[in-house]
């Protein structure tokens, strides 16, 4: 039923950017807070950035304020990470996740981002 898909991810240099997107269905995408999180190589899961579901007010962890851009179109199902003046300590796998913070219900598979010279 409920599903979630990221895509976007690749490799990139540093001080370059990336588009991620996560493609939702089974629930009603709208109503819902949507969330991304990141887990570099070796290291847990960081709470990155959400989107509330029946607002325009969005959250961003401290690493990313500035840099990225969380948000959604509900008419079409996605969210989206804009990601800007990327760094080395930003590789990770990106994960959006259905739900408000530590208590995620459902989660993407993940996609891999890059930044390396």
């Known amino acids: 039923q409920v599903q979630l898909v990221e895509s976007g991810g690749g490799l990139v240099q540093p001080g370059g950017s990336l588009r991620l997107s996560c493609a939702a269905s089974g629930f009603t995408f709208s109503t819902f807070r949507m969330n991304w999180v990141r887990q570099a190589p070796g290291k847990g899961l960081e709470w990155v950035a959400a989107s509330n579901g029946a607002s325009s007010i969005t959250y961003y962890a401290d690493s990313v304020k500035g840099r990225f851009t969380i948000s959604r179109d509900d008419a079409k199902n996605t969210l989206y990470l804009e990601m800007n003046s990327l760094q080395p300590d930003d590789t990770a796998v990106y994960y959006c996740?259905?739900?408000?913070?530590?208590?995620?219900?459902?989660w993407g598979q993940g996609t891999q981002v890059t930044v390396s010279s």
């Open positions: 996740a259905k739900g408000v913070y530590a208590s995620f219900d459902y």
